[in-house]
């Protein structure tokens, strides 16, 4: 059974990763920051020392990589890429700056961009974090860095993946950047494979 390892799950599961992660054939190791979600490994996305060099297939990151500080991202990826197999890849979804920044510049910083299950969504929210969960204490939630298309494109290939490709769903209710990443060299079509198996379909069609 191939090893997933999801970063900053949270609450969530594998159900709540990507249509191909949601299988049988994928072994679910949970990472968080955060004791109280009860992970299988407490660590951050900077030191995962608990987790072997090589030791996973794939990776997945729902909505973490913003809450580093620029200067982290770097160390994350490298990270990221110590402890996957050779032929191993990594899924990662953020907030996309630029399509939040034209609401911002519409001058709609506190406007419900959309609603979510936990309420109405500012662009204020994307950009520095959820008001509402911060306001309880979670400053987990905390934004502290933000990307556009092409920031997580090159940071990931300067970290030493080999092959990346990324979209940006620029629109209501999404606002975000996908992007899969291989630490091997991969040609085209199999990098497509890659995005058809775990992007989301309307990131395929809009793309």
């Known amino acids: 059974m191939k090893k997933l390892l999801h970063i900053g799950c949270g609450p969530k599961r594998k159900d709540k990763t990507t249509a191909g992660f949601n299988t049988p054939d994928w072994h679910e190791i949970r990472l968080d920051i955060d004791p109280s979600v009860q992970p299988d490994v407490i660590g951050t996305m900077t030191d995962m020392a608990a987790v072997d060099d090589a030791s996973v297939d794939a990776i997945f990151s729902s909505h973490n990589i913003e809450h580093l500080y620029p200067h982290e991202v770097e160390p994350a990826f490298k990270e990221f890429l110590r402890v996957l197999k050779p032929d191993g890849f990594f899924v990662v979804t953020c907030p996309d700056l630029q399509s939040v920044c034209a609401l911002v510049a519409q001058d709609k910083l506190l406007e419900a961009a959309y609603t979510s299950p936990a309420g109405p969504i500012a662009p204020l929210d994307i950009l520095y974090g959820h008001r509402p969960a911060m306001a309880l204490g979670n400053l987990f939630m905390a934004h502290r860095s933000g990307f556009t ?28 950047l996908w992007a899969v990443a291989s630490r091997s060299a991969r040609n085209e079509e199999a990098m497509r494979e890659l995005a058809r198996a775990h992007f989301p379909s309307s990131a395929l069609r809009s793309a």
């Open 149 to 176: 298309q092409r920031v997580p494109d090159g940071t990931l290939r300067a970290c030493g993946f080999q092959t990346v490709a990324s979209l940006a769903r620029g629109k209501a209710p999404f606002f975000d």
